[in-house]
């Protein structure tokens, strides 16, 4: 297909992890793809999420490592060098330039057009450019929405006018706040109040539910609240914000409390969860009813609502999982469909072909980089009951374990396996503990493979490694 005049094959429509991965498949595959990019190609994974956030939690997590262990603890004196820290972290964001990743986008062979996407018509999209220009691209096969997500602002009083954070501003700051608040007790909230208590501020959470982590198995919230208690983070439960306010003069940021009471911090982190960025996208030209709300999928991430087959949505646009790794998983199953169907074949139906997002529905893999780390995949107890299933599980205490005890003393840390009885597989893992985070893509593995227990017995975890839950989990299952 040809370029000229603004027509491509595939028109992407924000350059994020998912954006990039679906115009680099299509290429591949040897369609022609545009991807409109309003602000920074990398997208919000990375400068303002993903890459600034783990940047700022590593250097205290490698302290805690060096001081879980006798013998090496002796040689860590003091925290992380806030200033270090941060200039680690504005590297890993190549100082919020995107050069680099435009480079590679030429690279690959993807043209860029930089400016503000909007659906004008089927299969076109209209981009106003920085200096006000506008240009109107044609799809000769597909538009994908990869815009992604914004933080939701909740409708407290004098919130919007305080100049509070978002993880924009959470992942980007360049001084450490001596007090900082943090509404929500979710990923967000509690990655951040420990990066920054790690960094020195003190950090208050102010959460409305009784749980952190809520959706994931109740042992992972309640570990990283202790875990959060024992860094200093002061974590309350049952709060809400009812106004919000800073003092001109001092600067300070108060928040008052349903309860009556009072916080006042230097700075305010709202981390109450994420709306997609559908509005402003012309949606409602080819998509009657369109709410702002995110785009309803099939596996192969085509929008169910749109007539003609030739939208899609990819990544955090469409809701099913917020991660970019899902995302990007999304990505290269919708760039497998695009070029079926642009040979003129359908793609046949099946959770785990080529061409669906099929593990979306039972197999999203999640760590949560908090001390203890908190690692997932699959189903909870709970989800798996609700969906019916006949469940039996397995849980163990990690620390027990010869190689966890030399990882670290004292390790503590729990593992919990979900089994369906009726097919003697693992549906769902949780693993709290130090470094559990590369623990759980053996778990995705079993999931996805829906690998017997039987069989499972037979893949022996080397000794003394951590890894060796694996063989206690399945004893303690019965095996
Ligand atoms: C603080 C924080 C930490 C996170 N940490 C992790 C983590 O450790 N691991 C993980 O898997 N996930 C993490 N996430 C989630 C992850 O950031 C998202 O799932 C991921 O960025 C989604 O990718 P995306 O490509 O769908 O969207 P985005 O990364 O949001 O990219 C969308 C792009 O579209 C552009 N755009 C939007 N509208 C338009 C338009 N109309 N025209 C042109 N361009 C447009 C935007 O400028 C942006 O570049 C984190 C999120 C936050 C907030
Ligand atoms: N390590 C990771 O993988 C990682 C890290 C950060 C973010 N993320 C992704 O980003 C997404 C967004 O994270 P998040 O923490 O913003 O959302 P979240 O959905 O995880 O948590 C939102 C929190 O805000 C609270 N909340 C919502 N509305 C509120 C209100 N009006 N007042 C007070 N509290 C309110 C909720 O009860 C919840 O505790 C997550 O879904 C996650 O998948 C992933």
């Not at 820290?85 to 690279?107: I, M, P, T």
């Not at 920085?130 to 597909?142: N, Q, S």
């Not at 003129?344 to 893999?365: F, I, K, L, N, Q």
């Not at 609700?386 to 990690?398: A, D, K, L, Q, T």
């Amino acid at each position: 297909m040809t370029q000229a005049n603004g027509r491509f094959d595939v028109v992407v429509i924000g350059g994020g992890p998912a954006g990039e991965v679906v115009a680099d498949r299509v290429v591949k595959a040897g369609l022609s793809a545009v991807v409109v990019e309003a602000e920074a190609v990398g997208g919000e994974c990375s400068y303002w999420a993903c890459v600034p956030s783990k940047a700022l939690l590593r250097p205290a997590a490698a302290l805690g490592a060096a001081r879980a262990v006798a013998g090496a603890r002796e040689a860590v004196s003091g925290g992380p060098d806030p200033a270090g820290v941060l200039a680690r972290r504005d590297a890993a964001v190549s100082n919020w330039s995107d050069a680099g990743q435009v480079e590679w986008l030429k690279g690959a062979g993807i043209e860029l057009a930089r400016g503000h996407g909007r659906i004008a018509g089927e299969r076109l999209v209209e981009v106003t450019g920085p200096g006000g220009e506008v240009r109107t691209l044609e799809a000769a096969h597909a538009v994908v929405v990869c815009t992604g997500t914004r933080a939701n602002l909740p409708p407290i009083e004098g919130l919007a006018e305080s100049g509070v954070w978002t993880s924009r501003e959470a992942t980007a700051a360049s001084r450490v706040p001596g007090r900082l608040a943090v509404i929500g007790g979710g990923v967000v909230a509690c990655e951040m109040a420990t990066a920054w208590s790690g960094l020195g501020s003190r950090v208050t959470m102010l959460v409305r539910g009784d749980a952190l982590l809520t959706g994931w198995e109740p042992f992972a919230g309640e570990s990283v609240a202790r875990g959060l208690a024992e860094l200093g983070v002061d974590v309350r439960f049952g709060v809400s914000a009812t106004r919000v306010s800073r003092d001109s003069g001092t600067g300070e940021v108060t928040v008052t409390l349903d309860d009556g009471g009072t916080v006042t911090a230097d700075e305010l982190l709202v981390a109450a969860g994420r709306t997609p960025r559908t509005t402003d996208l012309g949606l409602e030209r080819v998509l009657p009813g369109a709410d702002g709300g995110p785009l309803g999928v099939d596996d192969t991430c085509r929008v169910t609502a749109a007539e003609g087959g030739w939208l899609y949505a990819v990544g955090d646009a469409n809701g099913r999982a917020l991660l970019t790794h899902m995302g990007k998983y999304q990505a290269r199953a919708c760039a497998a469909a695009i070029a079926e169907r642009a040979a003129g074949r359908e793609p046949a139906a099946g959770t785990y072909a080529a061409w669906s997002a099929g593990a979306d529905h039972a197999a999203v893999p999640q760590v949560v980089f908090t001390s203890p780390e908190a690692a997932s995949v699959g189903l909870t107890e709970h989800e798996a009951r609700r969906r019916g299933m006949r469940v039996r599980v397995s849980e163990y205490p990690i620390g027990s374990v010869a190689g966890a005890y030399l990882h670290a003393d004292d390790y503590a840390g729990h593992a919990k396996m979900v089994v369906d009885e009726d097919r003697r597989v693992i549906v769902g893992c949780t693993l709290v503990g130090p470094d559990v985070a590369e623990l759980i893509h053996a778990a995705t593995v079993a999931v996805v493979g829906e690998v017997p227990l039987d069989r499972l017995w037979h893949a022996v975890p080397a000794f003394p490694t951590v890894s060796e839950i694996w063989l206690r989990l399945l004893e303690s299952y019965g095996l």
